[in-house]
């Protein structure tokens, strides 16, 4: 079975732009988050979804914005990108709602460097 | 306000050894805690997890320990392989999931 997907998996762009990222769980996981990992640092939590409904956000400013589809995939978007935006971005998936004593997988991530 | 927190940034260990790789966390509503290892331009692997009804877990080398009172958990791998070499993140389940900073894990041969 496959894992987490993201896409894309490297991408480099320019202060001011905006950028979105991509994420398809796990099959039959229908809860999807979102983390930012900068060098050093563990996972920050970002956002979960649950039913296509956004049930947690983290402490990131309103650039950050994501939203799940109905086949359970999400896609994560920031508006006018910052340097301090360049980061791992993870996803991860799980089962059923991701919260509160359920494990969460993660897909490779993917790199993004703002310049 | 980190509320879980590895203070070993880095561990080495030698092969066929005992790793023991520890994390604290400050909120006592936590419920369910995690371990996850990370290689380089990898994403992180889930490795072992506990619930707050349990002090102890294993599966197969590796073993997590809660010390709800201390709050304190920990992971022991035994016997340690050079493939362990990676950063282990610890994790902790309320709201939200906290992660710790890691603890990079060196086994050397």
């Known amino acids: 079975d496959a894992g987490v997907t993201q896409s894309p998996t490297h991408l480099i762009k320019t202060r001011g732009q905006h950028v979105t990222l991509r994420c398809s769980p796990i099959?039959?996981?229908?809860?999807v988050s979102w983390y930012q990992q900068v060098l050093g640092q563990g996972p920050q939590f970002i956002f979960q979804?649950?039913?296509?409904?956004?049930?947690g956000r983290g402490n990131f400013p309103d650039r950050f914005s994501a939203r799940q589809f109905p086949n359970y995939s999400s896609e994560l978007n920031v508006n006018a990108l910052l340097l301090g935006d360049s980061a791992l971005y993870l996803c991860?998936?799980?089962?059923?709602?991701?919260?509160?004593?359920?494990?969460?997988?993660f897909g490779e991530g993917s790199w993004l460097t703002v310049v | 306000d980190q509320q879980v927190k590895q203070n070993s940034p880095s561990l080495s260990v030698q092969e066929g050894r005992i790793s023991i790789l520890n994390c604290d966390y400050t909120?006592?509503?936590?419920?369910?805690f995690l371990w996850y290892k990370k290689y380089p331009a990898e994403g992180p692997t889930f490795l072992i997890s506990?619930?707050?009804?349990?002090d102890k877990n294993e599966d197969g080398r590796f073993t997590v320990f809660l010390n709800k009172s201390a709050k304190h958990l920990s992971l022991h791998i035994v016997p340690s392989q050079p493939g362990d070499s990676a950063v282990y993140f610890c994790?902790?389940?309320?709201?939200?999931?906290?992660f710790g900073t890691g603890t990079s894990l060196t086994v050397i041969p």
């Open positions: 991860a998936s799980s089962f059923p709602s991701g919260l509160y004593g359920n494990t969460i997988y």
């Open positions: 979804y649950y039913e296509k409904e956004e049930r």
């Open positions: 909120n006592s509503m936590f419920d369910y």
């Open positions: 994790a902790a389940s309320g709201n939200q999931f906290y």
């Open positions: 506990i619930s707050s009804i349990k």
């Open positions: 099959s039959g996981h229908k809860s």
